[in-house]
């Protein structure tokens, strides 16, 4: 039988990283999606750095793994795939990639057994030329032109969701049904008491408007998709509203029934 | 020829935030991704804040443009959907959906003319049910499930993200709602009057249940998404019922009345 390898988590390198709460976060929403190794080029402030702990809020084990590395080329020099994340392809003949792309390809690659990794550049400078010379690809974010500047952990975090959502595409329990739905009976039961009351409310008028108003009554009560407790809830809701007010009316003309 | 509305974007509803610089965050990545609609419920250190505009490197005008509110109720009063993002799907029957598709419905629903949103909770605290309750589904992230300290500009990051992403390929008005939804206030104003009744009834006993029976009495009646006519009727349902009781008890107890 055939079962594809799981994808193994592809390496996050950051070059030249300045800001210590950028790494952390960078860590901590990799740690949310499960991907685990991370890779500093020259970070500015040194290595490593408690601010970083502090904004990784518990994602210790990621940063206690990071290796360092003086160039971007020392860095994945051991990769076979890396993309480059950047918002602005530059003057390159490397193919340029949507996300849910970049992510397909990468995954594919580490599939079949391949090392892979993505590439960010620092916050402000982004990543030089020469350096998305050693990638294979750009991955472009759909950034609106009128406001580029993106944080560096955002992109970490959408790359790093991107990876998780395609290696485990199975959609949550769509609907948490956790109750058994309210069968037929159960609903037609509901309406007929509703019904009733209503009628005896005097609620249908005019009479020959009664056949409409019941339908639309029913459809919008059924859309609810009522779970069986629910079903029987709303007979009680039914049941109180009736009897209340007769209690409360009771109680105002029979002074002497009140405590 | 045929062309389809273009989905107005989302607004962005933050619940009790804490930390300014996530507020700032969040209007930063809103920006990237061309959503401009922030409110803010009830933010622990006051609106404005300095170090929110710093965070947010000149996203101003997202911050400029902030709406204060009292509470999620009145943040959503006037929105016709709005789907809660939480990490953490309680005991409730709402739809918990991906982003992916979250955002599928919300664009159709968008295209159609209908407001909607996205709710995000406190940092440490989340959403509270009650005002889970008031939403129409659950949107989850598919958060690592051993590490699920997601930063909540990140969440914001990646809802942006998927936004923007499918707002170039998601298929035409998937909703055809042919009826004007009922917004949030209606659907408040709806929950009280029966709430209201229900206790008069002495519905809610034991009284230290009566949270979780109005919150699963909410979610009930949200899954049905009535239409403004249906908001209407059904409030002239929990009059009637009130009403009708009344009047046949005392038709029984003055028999003078009767024709």
Redesign the interface.
């Known amino acids: 039988m055939f079962a594809p390898s799981p994808a193994l988590t592809p390496v996050v390198i950051l070059d030249k990283p300045q800001l210590a709460e950028n790494i952390g976060?960078a860590a901590?929403?990799m740690?949310?999606?499960?991907l685990t190794e991370l890779r500093l080029v020259a970070p500015r402030d040194g290595w490593p750095q408690s601010r970083a702990f502090a904004s990784a809020?518990?994602?210790d084990w990621v940063l206690n793994a990071v290796t360092l590395f003086p160039t971007v080329a020392d860095a994945i020099a051991d990769l076979e795939i890396v993309h480059a994340a950047t918002a602005r392809p530059r003057e390159t003949l490397l193919p340029v990639l949507?996300?849910?792309q970049s992510v397909a390809e990468l995954q594919g690659a580490s599939r079949a057994g391949l090392k892979v990794g993505f590439l960010f550049g620092a916050e402000r400078a982004g990543l030089e030329t020469v350096d998305i010379a050693l990638c294979k690809a750009i991955m472009t974010?759909?950034?609106?032109s009128?406001?580029?500047?993106?944080?560096l952990?955002?992109a970490v975090?959408?790359t790093a969701?991107e990876w998780?959502?395609a290696a485990?595409d199975t959609?949550?329990?769509?609907?948490?049904?956790?109750?058994k739905l309210a069968d037929g009976a159960m609903m037609q039961g509901l309406f007929q008491q509703?019904e009733e009351?209503?009628e005896?409310?005097?609620?249908f008028h005019p009479p020959e408007k009664k056949p409409a108003?019941v339908r639309?009554?029913r459809v919008?009560?059924s859309?609810?998709?009522?779970?069986e407790q629910?079903a029987r809830?709303?007979r009680?809701?039914?049941t109180?509203?009736?009897?209340?007010?007769?209690?409360?009316?009771?109680k105002k003309?029979d002074p002497s029934s009140l405590p």
Do not use: C, H, W
Not at 223 to 227: C, D, G, I, K, L
């Open positions: 976060a901590r929403v740690a949310n999606f499960g809020s518990g994602a949507t996300p849910t974010l759909p950034i609106d009128r406001f580029r500047s993106l944080n952990a955002q975090a959408i969701y998780r959502k485990d959609p949550p329990a769509a609907f948490a049904q956790t109750q509703l009351e209503l005896v409310a005097g609620f108003m639309n009554l919008a009560l859309r609810a998709r009522f779970s629910e809830t709303f009680g809701v039914i109180a509203l009736v009897r209340g007010r007769g209690q409360t009316f009771r003309a």
